[in-house]
């Protein structure tokens, strides 16, 4: 089995990106929430350690979402009809990405909450 590229290998992971962002929601919630971040944190002019924890976080909950979205298709294909074990694992994924998304709220009120409170 010939293996492709790394060029094409990088081109298939934007392809599923994409695809990522056009079909789900939640992706779609998490950039917004993403770019909310970003103009705020340069409106609050954050530290550099700040940055870099949003950034860690931003690839956190936006990977977690990705798995979730590809556990999701593959139980889909699996088992296209309802079933307890099948709802199990897609709920699990989805447990996941929320503890992500979560914490990563959580670590933001410590990083903005003091910058707003000393803006006021």
């Known amino acids: 089995m010939k293996?492709?590229?790394l060029i094409s290998s990088f081109?298939?992971?934007i392809?599923?990106?994409?695809?990522a962002f056009k079909t789900e929601r939640n992706l779609k919630i998490h950039a917004l929430a993403m770019i909310l971040v970003v103009i705020l944190g340069f409106i609050l002019k954050l530290a550099i350690w700040e940055w870099v924890t949003?950034?860690?976080l931003f690839a956190l909950v936006?990977?977690?979402?990705l798995f979730n979205t590809s556990?999701?298709?593959v139980v889909n294909?699996?088992?296209p009809e309802i079933r307890v074990h099948a709802k199990y694992a897609k709920d699990i994924a989805a447990g996941a990405?929320?503890?992500?998304?979560?914490s990563s709220a959580v670590v933001g009120v410590i990083i903005f909450l003091p910058k707003i409170i000393n803006l006021l």
């Not at 936006?62 to 979402?65: M, P, Q, R």
């Not at 990405?97 to 979560?102: D, G, Q, R």
């Open 3 to 5: 293996s492709d590229s």
């Open 11 to 13: 081109g298939y992971a």
């Open 15 to 19: 392809e599923g990106i994409k695809k």
């Open 54 to 56: 949003c950034i860690i």
């Open 62 to 65: 936006i990977g977690a979402e």
């Open 71 to 73: 556990i999701e298709e």
């Open 77 to 79: 294909i699996l088992s």
């Open 97 to 102: 990405v929320l503890v992500f998304a979560v």
